[in-house]
């Protein structure tokens, strides 16, 4: 194996990021179900939304449908993490790795440029579990109501991540798990081309590990968290848009949208500027913590040990 090979080890990515994810996915869940429904609420005959805040939003769901509830669709998230944490962070370190000089440098620009191919690489996996996620965790919201795209009501109780893309193949062919994929390709694209080098930058100006060049435990956290939190808050905009680009079952007098470009008038344009940043807290509060844990686990080489490999 060649030095070059030696440095860039695929299986213990792959492997750091599977655990990484699963392990965020467990711990912050219910806060992106929040996130989704504020993203998707509608303001009722009385002019008052649904919901008024994060924290009514996760007790009236609590109260509603009880814990398990608060996990509804994490099913299909837990299942398909591994891949797209994988593809996100193994793919950052691909192309961070061949996009550097001949002097072993990474410019700011080649930084962005890593982010940005990580994120057009998780996207396959991405949009089609957005999706389905999407519509498990905006079933309680929308039960019993008409639906204006599929006809009757179909009760929250008898969704299934299953069913959905089994349905969805049968009536659009593979193209219909992939609704939502320009707006799920511009917030994942953007994200990844700032989160990336943000998190290198900071995670290298932190306190190194004993006979190590890599960080202590707590300053990859901190540095996730960080990264997470802003990169996170700049695309809420584009993730409002996604999440009701995405929404395949709308109540009635909640509106349908053409593409990007359109929702993101549309909700200006009769919501006002706020509207875009519905479900922002929740973002971030879901974001940051996955990302802190992802490259703590990452950094801590949690995969190394299992595999009995040594880190530089």
Request: charged share 20%; aromatic share 8%; glycine share 12%.
């Amino acid at each position: 194996m060649s030095t070059t090979d030696q440095k860039f080890s695929l299986l213990p990515r792959i492997i750091n990021g599977g655990i990484a994810g699963i392990v965020g996915v467990t711990c912050v869940f219910p806060i992106d179900l929040v996130k989704t429904r504020l993203q998707n609420q509608p303001v009722l005959a009385s002019g008052e939304p649904m919901y008024k805040n994060v924290l009514d939003c996760g007790i009236k769901t609590f109260a509603k449908e009880g814990f398990f509830g608060m996990y509804r669709g994490s099913g299909v998230n837990l299942l398909l993490i591994t891949p797209e944490k994988a593809i996100k962070l193994v793919g950052n370190d691909f192309f961070r790795h061949h996009l550097r000089t001949a002097d072993n440098k990474l410019t700011l620009m080649r930084e962005m440029l890593s982010g940005a191919g990580a994120g057009t690489c998780q996207i396959i996996i991405t949009t089609p579990m957005e999706l389905l996620k999407i519509q498990l965790q905006d079933a309680g919201r929308t039960a019993g109501k008409p639906s204006v795209e599929g006809g009757a009501a179909q009760t929250a109780g008898r969704m299934s991540a299953t069913r959905l893309a089994m349905g969805l193949l049968k009536e659009r062919g593979i193209f219909g798990l992939y609704r939502g994929l320009g707006a799920t390709f511009a917030r994942d694209v953007t994200f990844s081309a700032i989160y990336f080098p943000l998190f290198a930058h900071l995670n290298s100006v932190g306190k190194r590990r004993k006979g190590s060049d890599q960080a202590v435990f707590y300053v990859s956290f901190i540095a996730g968290l960080a990264a997470g939190s802003f990169g996170a808050l700049v695309v809420t905009p584009l993730d409002v848009a996604k999440t009701r680009l995405q929404t395949l079952k709308k109540g009635e007098g909640e509106k349908n949208y053409k593409g990007i470009a359109d929702c993101l008038i549309k909700i200006l344009r009769e919501e006002g500027w706020r509207a875009l940043f519905k479900g922002g807290a929740c973002r971030m509060l879901v974001v940051a913590p996955l990302f802190g844990i992802a490259q703590t686990v990452y950094f801590l080489g949690v995969a190394e040990f299992l595999l009995g490999i040594r880190r530089p």
